[in-house]
């Protein structure tokens, strides 16, 4: 891969957003030093195709809209817990 993470100073061979491999360290690095792969990272991590991953976001916003719209969605701003 030849990105280095900086504070171990050891090279991040496996892929950080896996189930196994997960590491939030690892994610930042990948993040800055290559979004590209790091978006494909992430897509490999879901085992999604670009448009599949379109679709599942698409339809978890959609989901979202309907409840919104349904008043069934409360936001607190300050220091709370969002509620459902």
Same mark, same amino acid.
């Given at each position: 891969? #030849?990105?280095?993470n900086p504070f171990s #100073?050891? @090279?991040? $061979?496996?892929?950080?957003?896996?189930?196994? =491999?997960?590491?939030? =360290?690892?994610?930042?690095?990948? @993040?800055?030093a290559d979004p590209d792969l790091a978006r494909k990272m992430k897509q490999a991590a879901l085992g999604l195709d670009a448009e599949e *991953? $379109?679709?599942? *976001?698409? $339809?978890?916003?959609a989901e979202f809209n309907q409840l919104d719209q349904a008043g069934k969605i409360q936001f607190i701003k300050s220091g709370g817990e969002v509620t459902m």
């Open positions: 891969m #030849g990105i280095t #100073g050891k @090279e991040i $061979r496996d892929n950080p957003w896996a189930k196994k =491999t997960f590491n939030l =360290t690892a994610q930042a690095v990948v @993040e800055k *991953h $379109r679709k599942a *976001h698409s $339809r978890s916003l």
